[in-house]
């Protein structure tokens, strides 16, 4: 009777033990993947606002030479300059770690910054045109080729500032999204009637 009414308890101290160690276990992953999610979160955000101040001022003088407000021969820096950064910042985003769900977001950030880098040497291209006397009858194609590249730029800029509410937007509880199935074919309507 007596280790009976040592084991009872000793019983019940174990299965307490157990489940407090389940639960301790599930608060810590919760408490992990949480943590992961605003350090990407963080990241993410630091790194558009990096970008984004950079674009800005390139996509101002990209902009003065379009209206030609300013001559093509003066952005050969700012273009060099930009087309650094966003290597770099290429770079960065490349290394970005995140959960599961942060990989697409992180993929869509780097192809929208290959996207400005082709951008800038589209404009780079005009302008380097633009900047040479000796071939005045390319003038159509520089403008053309500033202009799509400072079109470029700006959309890059946009896609960019979505992909940074994209990862504010990412919640730690959840699983990535399932692959979407392909949309399945419609045959047409007969409108024969019988």
Known sequence: MTELAILLPLAAFLILAMGFAIVLRRAGRIVARTREVENFRSSVRELAARIDQSLE??????????????????IAATIEAA????????EEARALH??????????????????????????????????????????????TSIKRGYLNLVHAREAIHACAARAEALDANLAPPPPEPPAPLREPRSDHTM
Not at 57 to 74: L, N
Not at 83 to 90: E, F, G, I, L, N
């Open 83 to 90: 087309t650094d950064a966003v290597s770099r910042y290429t």
């Open 98 to 143: 995140g959960p599961p769900a942060a990989e697409a977001i992180r993929d869509d950030l780097v192809a929208e910054l290959e996207r400005a880098d082709r951008a800038l040497a589209m404009v780079d291209h005009g302008a380097t045109i633009m900047a040479q006397t000796i071939r005045r009858g390319r003038e159509l194609e520089a403008q």
């Open 57 to 74: 001022g390139a996509a101002g003088r990209i902009d003065a030479v379009r209206r030609q407000q300013s001559p093509a021969g003066t």
